[in-house]
């Protein structure tokens, strides 16, 4: 895919455009019938709109729908494959981030990880049915 787009009136195809508008991230940009979402995206200058879980800049990578690194939300649904999207007029694309799921992730894991440890020391440190009774009443129980 070319971020390049050939103006109709210097075109040898001699094709006549219908132009359309996408809001993307709040700002409207233009396109025409025929392109894709992620063309439109690319002749706007937008070269990416996803943000990997290692906080990595994501867009086209294959074009073709195979690798999703071109997933965004369109019109409220998420993980939408712009290469394979026509766009239509009036869509919405909002950028997605991985990042922050991914941070929620590991902020979870690390809570669990906590939870298990503490549970492990608890254990562990917890005196046994033998140990939690005083050494006075051991002899009361043995002498009966």
Same mark, same amino acid.
């Given at each position: ?23 993307? %991230?709040?700002? =409207? ?13 690319? !002749? ?34 998420? %993980? ?10 009036? %869509? ?10 991914? !941070? %929620? ?5 690390? !809570?669990? @990880?906590?939870? !298990? =440890? ?12 033998? @140990?939690?009774?005083?050494?006075? @009443?051991?002899?009361? @129980?043995?002498?009966?």
């Amino acid at each position: 895919m070319s971020s390049t787009v050939i103006p109709p009136d210097s075109d040898p195809v001699g094709r006549s455009d219908r132009p359309l508008s996408v809001v993307i %991230d709040g700002t =409207e940009v233009q396109g025409v019938h025929g392109q894709t979402l992620a063309s439109v995206l690319l !002749a706007n200058d937008r070269p990416h709109w996803r943000t990997a879980p290692n906080g990595t800049a994501r867009g086209v990578f294959c074009g073709i729908g195979i690798c999703f690194d071109c997933v965004a939300t369109v019109n409220g649904v998420p %993980d939408i494959r712009l290469c394979r999207r026509p766009a239509r007029d009036g %869509d919405t694309v909002t950028t997605q981030s991985r990042v922050a799921a991914s !941070a %929620d992730r590991r902020a979870a894991l690390v !809570a669990s @990880e906590h939870q !298990a =440890e503490t549970m492990r020391q608890r254990t562990t440190d917890a005196p046994s049915a033998h @140990e939690a009774v005083s050494p006075s @009443e051991r002899t009361s @129980e043995v002498r009966g």
